[in-house]
């Protein structure tokens, strides 16, 4: 199982930035989606989940409003619209498979957001 998240970068302050992350070697539409992030010195969070179909989202209260997760099933893809970024979105941010509220089946490598203020 691979996930291949890219997509991040430096962004001011009232920004936005599209995540990416792309899957192989699972079945992805029988996958809940989810991502993480995790900043300096805290622990990790979730930020957005999303069922199989993409019919049903859930977001952190810190993003609701902001970002929004959707995905691709026939491209095996799921992204992050980030809108109206802050510098406490800075972070490194994780796409994964089969995600509870503070773990997950499969994981992918991270990609790095940093909001400037």
């Known amino acids: 199982v691979q996930l291949q998240a890219f997509g991040g970068g430096l962004v001011q302050a009232g920004g936005s930035l599209r995540l990416a992350c792309a899957a192989s070697g699972v079945t992805f539409i029988t996958y809940v989606m989810g991502w993480f992030r995790q900043a300096p010195g805290k622990e990790r969070e979730i930020v957005a989940r999303?069922?199989?179909?993409?019919?049903?989202?859930s977001y952190a209260d810190s993003v609701k409003g902001r970002f929004t997760i959707d995905r691709d099933n026939a491209k095996n893809m799921v992204y992050l619209q980030m809108t109206n970024l802050k510098p406490e979105d800075t972070a490194v941010y994780f796409c994964a498979a089969d995600p509870s509220t503070t773990t997950a089946t499969y994981w992918g490598q991270g990609t790095l957001v940093t909001v400037s203020s």
């Open positions: 999303i069922n199989w179909s993409g019919g049903r989202t």
